[in-house]
């Protein structure tokens, strides 16, 4: 399994990025996945999860309304779209995947916003 993140770098409050979680080694379809996100000092935490079934979603209160997950099967990749980003939102963003008691995640990928 390896997933790797790309698309965070520097925005300003109030703007936006899209980060994407190119993913290889499974099979993308059959798994839900999700996004989390670590600030300085602070534990990870829970941004999004896109599930395999039905395609329901799940948000985090802090991000709902403003940002936006999704997979794309046939790219087998998983995307974040953040609009409304706030100097809250500084952190490294990482890609994971749940199997069984296994998670699998990514490098990470930085995303600072600043005023």
């Known amino acids: 399994v390896q997933l790797v993140e790309s698309g965070g770098g520097l925005a300003e409050v109030g703007g936006s990025l899209t980060l994407a979680c190119s993913a290889s080694g499974f099979v993308f379809a059959n798994y839900g996945m999700s996004w989390f996100r670590q600030a300085p000092g602070k534990e990870r935490e829970l941004v999004a999860t896109?599930?395999?079934?039905?395609?329901?979603?799940y948000y985090a209160t802090s991000v709902k309304g403003r940002f936006t997950i999704s997979k794309d099967n046939t790219n087998k990749t998983l995307y974040l779209d953040m609009t409304s980003l706030k100097s809250e939102d500084t952190a490294v963003y990482y890609c994971n995947v749940q199997m069984g008691t296994t998670a699998y995640w990514g490098p990470g990928t930085q995303v600072t916003v600043s005023a």
């Open positions: 896109a599930t395999n079934v039905g395609n329901s979603v």
